[in-house]
């Protein structure tokens, strides 16, 4: 199965600078088929099911500001969070989507709060 | 607009089964796989099983051992989880999920999730 590894666990930043999450997956995800990545970012706020964020590792899904980017290929993606705002405290994950089976696999997660 | 809305949960004694529903509306269910994802207390998203548009094919995580039946009844817009043997471990917030079409992106709509206690 495919592993996937966030960094940092948490992490803390002041209110309008930059948050950086890093995934890491076991084996690469990326299909040449398609030349596209299988990796999504979501956004988890407390008391909420996850939201997509992000696909195709970087593709932005409607309506999610641009403030959020995603980027890398192969086994290593980061999400970014430009100005963090803060209704943006949550808890983030990758997911790859590109093994089969099992379907899905996510990473642990990585908290973002308000430094 | 796309809705999921699980049902079936609640207080449940150990050694015993569930079944949980999840009603789909806001869009043509026969068209889409569902996903079901869990998640214990304070951990993070544990995927579940998938099951095809047209229920011809259905994965389960190998973590689960045999416990676990996912089906669909797509006249009734509705999917269904069956797990058997219920432990302590199985506590959490289950969640079904749509499967982006052509699997593009992932898990795109979720519903709010229904919570499981396994307790006597």
């Known amino acids: 199965d495919i592993v996937m590894t966030q960094s940092p666990d948490s992490l803390a930043v002041s209110l309008g600078e930059r948050a950086t999450i890093n995934c890491k997956s076991s084996?690469?995800?990326?299909?040449?088929?398609?030349?596209?990545?299988?990796l999504a970012w979501y956004q988890q706020k407390p008391g909420q099911p996850p939201k997509l964020l992000i696909y195709?590792?970087?593709t932005r899904e409607s309506g999610v500001p641009d403030r959020f980017s995603g980027s890398g290929s192969g086994t290593d993606f980061t999400l970014s969070i430009s100005s963090l705002q803060a209704e943006d405290v949550a808890v983030y994950y990758c997911?790859?989507?590109?093994?089969?089976?099992?379907?899905?696999?996510f990473g642990q997660g990585t908290k973002v709060e308000i430094k | 607009q796309v809705q999921l809305v699980e049902s079936g949960g609640g207080v449940v004694q150990p050694g015993t089964s569930v079944r949980l529903s999840c009603e789909a509306s806001?869009?043509?269910?026969?068209?889409?796989?569902m996903h079901w994802v869990r998640q214990a207390p304070g951990k993070g998203l544990e995927w579940v099983a998938v099951?095809?548009?047209?229920?011809?094919?259905?994965v389960y995580a190998e973590s689960w051992k045999g416990r676990l039946t996912i089906s669909r009844d797509n006249p009734k817009r509705t999917l269904y989880l069956q797990i058997e043997d219920l432990g302590a471990e199985d506590t959490a917030v289950y969640y079904c999920?749509?499967?982006?079409?052509?699997?593009?992106?992932?898990?795109?709509?979720w519903g709010q999730g229904i919570p499981v206690t396994v307790s006597s």
């Open positions: 999920a749509r499967r982006c079409s052509g699997g593009a992106c992932g898990l795109d709509y």
């Open positions: 806001g869009f043509t269910f026969s068209n889409y796989g």
């Open positions: 099951i095809w548009n047209d229920a011809s094919k259905k």
């Open positions: 084996q690469s995800v990326f299909n040449t088929v398609n030349n596209k990545n299988y």
């Open positions: 195709w590792a970087s």
């Open positions: 997911q790859q989507y590109y093994s089969n089976p099992p379907f899905v696999t």
